[in-house]
């Protein structure tokens, strides 16, 4: 009876300790930056630290963002990483035999500030008052459109003369479809819906459709471009994301950034020597984006097209941006504007 009166106590504590199990690293460990702050720049040298709560024997400690390990000399962390926007540094930490990982949020913003940047007119083109321009491309010296539904128009997608401004050949969308952003890529024209959760994929030739894709973690159908190699797809939100041009899955998403902020402005896009030229939603501007980083390296200021065009009840914003290669030029419309602008980009 003696035995079992000190037993029962015994068993008691041992599974206590089993329910408590080891502390969560959380618990042990935090990551402390210098500033006091979670926005930095790409390139910078913080200070870091780990706070060590529970006075742990640490014996090595690596610090990583999106799996590439950061250098550290002395104190100082290189924040030096190739996508910027929202992030978790983790940190690897080694303590009398054991490993915790902690993680902590910052935003790496871009290193320098963007240029700016003007335009000079080269050629002014009809375009069609009732076209609700939402995406804009050439191909082969042929430029392609699409549609949404603005007034009384249907949304669509059409293949143009572009200084005539005659329509080639046409594909009107089903009537529950908010046409937006185009993109061509191996003699097929693929072309988003803006809150249907659907994009559509033709045969160029003909507008036949081949298929068609729903959006994985993207919010809304925006603008699109390609790089030869990838789709790349706006959504209203500061991500651009990466489609696989076969499955058309997401595979990946850089965000665009300034040297002050995250930015969520990015609407029709153009793809053009490693850079993606995007239609700043509601503005009279363009940014100038580093495709692989997503940051900003230049604004265009595009005011004073809109004063060219003709003045009607319907007349809306700026957007469409399309690149010639045979020129070296840019193409740029707006919403039920009555005029194609072909324009040269330079610095101001």
Known sequence: MNFIKFFIPVIITI???ACEGDPKPKQLFEIELAGNTNEYRNQESVAVSIKNKKGKTIDKVSYSIDGKVLEV???KLSLEITRLGQKELKAVIEYEGNTAEITKKIKVLSATAPE???????NEYPHDLNAFTQGLEFYNDTLYESTGSGGNAKSFIRKIDFKTGKVLQQKDLAKNYFGEGITILNDKLYQLTWRSSIGFVYQLSDFKELNSFQYGESKEGWGLCNDGKMIYKSD??????LLDPETLMEVSHIETVTNKSIFNKANELEYVDGKIYA??????????????????????NMAGLKNKVKKHENLDVLNGVAYNPKTDTFFVTGKNWDKLFEIRIKKK
Request: charged share 20%; no cysteine; glycine share 10%.
């Open 15 to 17: 599974l206590f300790l």
């Open 73 to 75: 000399k002395g104190d």
């Open 116 to 122: 700016i940047y003007t335009y000079e007119i080269v």
């Open 236 to 241: 209203g939100t500061e991500k651009i994301w």
């Open 279 to 300: 239609n700043v939603w509601q503005k009279e501007s363009m940014m100038i984006i580093d495709a692989e980083s997503g940051a900003i390296v230049g604004v265009i």
